[in-house]
């Protein structure tokens, strides 16, 4: 991964130009005059002010040069340097060069991105003071019963106790209650709580105590192995193990090797996944502090976080960042290991913007870093199965789970000529009554909120179209509403047919298909003395309420748990014996080509859930289509197997990974604009004095699969190729033609190299 802009690899060469990312869309860097003093102290990486048209921009120096383009008197002089050292290094700076050349995307935007905010707005690059909670030793040793009937310090006593090391930022108690300083003041007073001031946790650093692990089993311990050969040097790993293998143990081990090297720890975790408990397991397993980043930490701990891995003082630098898809671009001080947990989840792409993948970023990092990097799951993504079997990636198995846990039986429920009550077969309501009797819970799964997708009048055939998409309006009955879930337009339930005025009361308008608010409804009748529970998202819109629930399912005061895929991932709930699946076939026949290989993973991580300590599970699975392959090997746990089979469609029809894509995507309100962008780029296609352009095809322009959404038709351009490189030849050619296209304003584009969703 070179870069011919800053060979000089962070020297700067005595000049008096200087060349500047400025975070605004545009594929090049500005020529600035810089005054003997000022170069000086410029090196790349080093944030300054420059003036932009009428405008005072945050840029980045990329390079110090003696020549430019422009004559001297028609350069702009910088205004300011901001920083005394790079906020980032040679390394940081040329993987961000090169996510700006693979993913298309303007150079000064992608250094943007990869800063946290307050270095973006011009802040100095030191931490921030906060104020900090964190329980006693008092409160450590108080049971919450003892607060008596201060329900409200009761509730922040038993939060603080999940997480009993780690410090509480005003910013992570405001996401749990809306009013908590009057209660967590008395608890201050009590003693049971400290408040302290700290510009980073950091500083309180403990060093990492060397501990090996001594209950993994054959599996976990060749894994280890493995990976520690790898330890110094370049290799990846696909660490794929069972849902309840024991994968973390293994991260544990390795994580401990790598510290004791005196080197730093990378972990990127799928969004739903940065829970406070993860986090707490991790300072718990390594006896030290971690940083951590994700989108919903304020300004201030973001940035103290950041900086907290680049510093400079080996005893108060964090070891291990924990973080999701953007920590990726964090700068060390001294990495030697990035580990990726659910490396196959969709939230690893970033789907608007700057369209990265960070398992991808992540690979070209350890790779120009020459580090190991661990990509972990129980269901591998097919790209990285494929890696896998090219021998690029080397691939570990862990078949058994850890513990005496045994796998649950899978059985496809054959559902076509049956009456189903709100969704439920006669035999899957059987099943939950036989593990209730037992004291056990069920867990049913259905990845749909709301109580019906559409809303129909048996009269004339009238459907609740959404008005600005297409797509239905999803009746949500307890909320009294219609609401689409794809712009947000909603309206109240019609008392008559909007078409044919029949009276809505008199039946005429019913509800169509299953949500989980009408699965709700119908367990509380048929299981009237059971508690019963709901999470999607509309459950757990109220601030600390998904904890809380997930909270009480896992104390096993509920019997029946019911959800999409909130439920699905990562938590472990130790009395489930029943997993149900309400319905496995919208994944099967959709228009996107990856729908099946998510229906499958999807099924899986749910199925995990089923009996994970030492009674063993029962998943059933409703279908209409029971003797479909791809189920049947889901139900003999064969993922190898699923994929087999999916690799062999991709084969045949040449799709990833045995092909390359980039979309080229276009929206407006007028349905002829895409139409005419898409079409006259088409025509502006170069002509790549290369063999190679042959082997590039290009489909459409044709609709998107949800052709208008919130008012605005939408077209997109398949760019397909079996060369990743050929791709990026053409695209880094074609793009300034398509940017001076005259009707490009007329509307919204954007590039999508390796694209995951096609929608
Ligand atoms: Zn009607
Ligand atoms: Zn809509």
């Not at 850890?402 to 496809?412: F, V």
């Not at 304003?745 to 929608?759: A, C, H, L, N, Y």
Request: hydrophobic fraction near 35%.
């Amino acid at each position: 991964m070179q870069d011919s802009l800053f060979n000089s690899t962070g020297q700067s060469e005595p000049g008096q130009t200087v060349q500047v990312a400025v975070p605004k869309p545009l594929r090049q860097l500005f020529d600035y005059l810089a005054s003997p003093q000022q170069l000086a102290r410029l090196q790349p990486g080093i944030r300054v002010k420059v003036p932009f048209g009428r405008q005072q921009l945050v840029g980045i120096v990329v390079c110090c040069t003696q020549d430019s383009h422009y004559a001297r008197h028609k350069l702009k002089p910088i205004s300011d340097i901001i920083d005394d050292t790079p906020c980032f290094a040679a390394d940081t700076l040329a993987l961000l060069h090169w996510v700006s050349r693979y993913y298309q995307h303007p150079v000064g935007e992608v250094f943007s991105h990869a800063l946290p905010a307050l270095l973006r707005q011009g802040k100095p690059a030191s931490p921030v003071t906060e104020n900090i909670w964190q329980l006693s030793e008092l409160g450590q040793q108080t049971d919450s019963v003892t607060l008596g009937r201060a329900i409200k310090q009761r509730q922040i006593l038993d939060y603080l106790k999940q997480a009993p090391s780690t410090a509480q930022t005003v910013d992570q108690l405001n996401r749990q209650w809306d009013n908590w300083r009057d209660a967590m003041r008395r608890l201050e007073e009590k003693g049971l709580v400290r408040q302290t001031q700290q510009t980073s946790i950091f500083a309180s650093t403990v060093k990492p105590v060397a501990k090996a692990l001594h209950n993994l089993n054959l599996e976990q311990q060749q894994a280890v192995e493995h990976i520690r050969q790898a330890i110094g040097k370049h290799q990846a790993f696909l660490l794929e193990g069972i849902t309840g293998s024991g994968k973390t143990e293994v991260y544990m081990q390795i994580i401990i090797d790598v510290l004791e090297r005196g080197q730093q720890v990378l972990v990127l975790v799928p969004e739903i996944g940065l829970t406070p408990q993860l986090v707490e397991r991790f300072e718990r397993h390594l006896h030290t502090h971690v940083a951590v980043l994700h989108s919903s930490m304020n300004d201030n701990e973001r940035l103290n976080n950041w900086l907290a891995v680049q510093d400079k003082n080996n005893d108060t630098r964090a070891q291990v960042l924990i973080g999701t898809r953007s920590a990726v671009f964090t700068p060390f001080k001294n990495l030697g290991l990035i580990l990726i947990d659910e490396e196959h989840d969709l939230s690893l792409k970033q789907q608007d913007g700057l369209r990265y993948s960070a398992r991808d970023v992540a690979i070209m990092r350890a790779h120009s870093a020459n580090i190991p990097i661990v990509l972990g799951s129980a269901t591998p993504s097919l790209e990285t199965l494929y890696n896998a079997q090219q021998q690029r990636y080397t691939h570990l198995l862990l078949k058994q789970r850890a513990g005496n846990a045994i796998l649950p039986d899978i059985h496809l429920l054959d559902v076509r000529s049956q009456k189903l009550e709100h969704g439920l077969s006669a035999q899957l309501i059987q099943r939950i009554r036989a593990h209730l009797q037992q004291g056990n819970q069920a867990l049913l799964f259905l990845n749909r909120r709301g109580f019906a997708p559409v809303l129909m009048c048996y009269e004339c055939g009238w459907l609740s179209h959404c008005p600005r998409c297409d797509a239905y309006l999803t009746l949500h009955q307890r909320a009294r509403r219609l609401r689409c879930h794809h712009c947000g337009s909603e309206t109240h339930i019609p008392h008559h047919c909007p078409d044919c005025q029949t009276d809505g009361k008199q039946t005429e308008l019913n509800p169509v298909g299953l949500g989980t608010e009408r699965v709700e409804e119908a367990l509380i009748n048929l299981f009237p003395d059971k508690t019963i529970l709901r999470i999607d998202r509309d459950s757990t819109r109220k601030k600390g309420e998904l904890e809380n629930k997930l909270q009480q399912a896992k104390e096993g005061n509920i019997d029946i748990l019911l959800g999409t895929q909130m439920l699905a991932k990562g938590h472990h709930f130790p009395r489930v014996t029943l997993v149900g699946i309400l319905s496995a076939d919208q994944g099967l026949y959709s228009a996107d080509f990856r729908a099946s290989e998510r229906m499958g993973q999807l099924i899986l991580q749910v199925a995990g859930r089923a009996g994970r300590e030492q009674q063993k599970g029962e998943v059933l699975i409703q279908t209409c289509h029971p003797e479909n392959p791809l189920l049947l090997d889901l139900q003999h746990h064969s993922y190898p197997d699923f994929c087999k089979d999916l690799f062999i469609e991709r084969e045949q029809a040449q799709l990833p990974p045995y092909t390359y894509h980039v979309l080229i995507r276009a929206e407006a309100l007028d349905e002829n604009a895409p139409i005419e962008f898409l079409t006259a780029a088409k025509n502006t296609r170069p002509v790549i004095a290369n063999k190679a352009a042959d082997n590039i095809e290009i489909f459409g322009p044709f609709p998107a699969p949800m052709a208008r959404r919130a008012g605005r038709y939408r077209y997109q351009m398949l760019c397909q190729s079996s060369h990743r490189s050929d791709l990026q030849q053409l695209m880094h050619h074609w793009l300034p033609l398509i940017e001076k296209l005259p009707n490009r304003k007329k509307v919204r584009w954007s590039i999508d190299v390796d694209p995951q969703e096609m929608f």
